[in-house]
């Protein structure tokens, strides 16, 4: 059973920057992995914001954040990073990572079996 905490949420001033973080236990990391952040604000559906595959670092980017936010990880830490920059009111909501096996549906919540417990991100206009 994998376990994943994130850290790292909290509130900021628009325009502001944020990084989260995601460590994951329980599990040796293969070449199919990918590790995703989601994000549901309230009485939202829970929305796509970034991936990365484990193995060689390629990503995917929900279009609402590409060229703010950046996906990074550290496989020495088994921890994933997002990192969130130019941040909008808009941005507010609790961001979920999450582990999964299907690259190829990287951007869909099916993609994945382990899910975090969520960070508050708040963003102040």
């Known amino acids: 059973q994998v376990q994943l905490v994130e850290s790292g949420g909290g509130l900021v001033q628009a325009g502001g920057s944020l990084r989260l973080s995601c460590t994951a236990s329980?599990?040796?990391?293969?070449?199919?992995?990918?590790m995703g952040w989601f994000r549901q604000a309230p009485v939202q559906p829970r929305e796509f914001v970034a991936a990365?595959?484990?193995?060689?670092?390629?990503?995917y980017y929900g279009d609402s954040v590409k060229d703010r936010f950046t996906i990074s990880r550290d496989n020495a830490k088994n921890t994933v990073y997002l990192h969130m920059n130019s941040l909008k009111p808009e941005d507010t909501a609790v961001y979920y990572c999450?582990?999964?096996?299907?690259?190829?549906?990287?951007?869909?919540?099916?993609?994945?079996?382990?899910w975090g417990q969520g960070t508050q991100v708040t963003v102040s206009s």
């Open positions: 999450a582990d999964g096996s299907k690259w190829a549906i990287a951007t869909s919540e099916r993609a994945y079996d382990s």
């Open positions: 329980g599990r040796t990391y293969s070449f199919y992995y990918v």
């Open positions: 990365i595959r484990w193995s060689c670092g390629s990503t």
